[in-house]
């Protein structure tokens, strides 16, 4: 069974940084991208930040120049480096990896880690 196995997280001070981790655990054959998403209360989750296999990444504008996302794809691992966090930054967020096959001609499907709380305090 394929699953997602995220570290990082926490409390941290207006300003700081936090590192979040994500690893795949189990055995594939591919997969399309990875990325980190998060949901506050009362809201949608959004997509924070993203990185193909090929190594192209994407940001949400209020992240940009403050975080940085970074994957190994021998590794099937993907993290996100936060710097200069906000308070509008406190969330929770996952890990997500799109297009996950564990064989050739098999479906994709995508897979979701729990979830890690960051909270950013003024």
């Known amino acids: 069974q394929v699953q997602l196995v995220e570290s990082g997280g926490g409390l941290v001070q207006a300003g700081g940084s936090l590192r979040l981790s994500c690893a795949v655990s189990?055995?594939?054959?591919?997969?399309?991208?990875m990325g980190w998403y998060r949901q506050a209360p009362g809201t949608e989750r959004e997509l924070v930040a993203s990185i193909t296999s090929g190594g192209t990444t994407s940001y949400v504008d209020s992240v940009k120049g403050r975080f940085t996302i970074s994957g190994d794809n021998a590794k099937n691992t993907v993290s996100l480096q936060m710097n200069s966090l906000k308070p509008e930054d406190t969330a929770v967020y996952y890990c997500?990896?799109?297009?996950?096959?564990?064989?050739?001609?098999?479906?994709?499907?995508?897979?979701w880690g729990q979830g890690t709380q960051v909270t950013v305090s003024s």
């Open positions: 997500a990896a799109e297009g996950v096959t564990i064989a050739p001609m098999l479906p994709r499907r995508d897979v």
């Open positions: 189990g055995s594939i054959f591919g997969l399309k991208s």
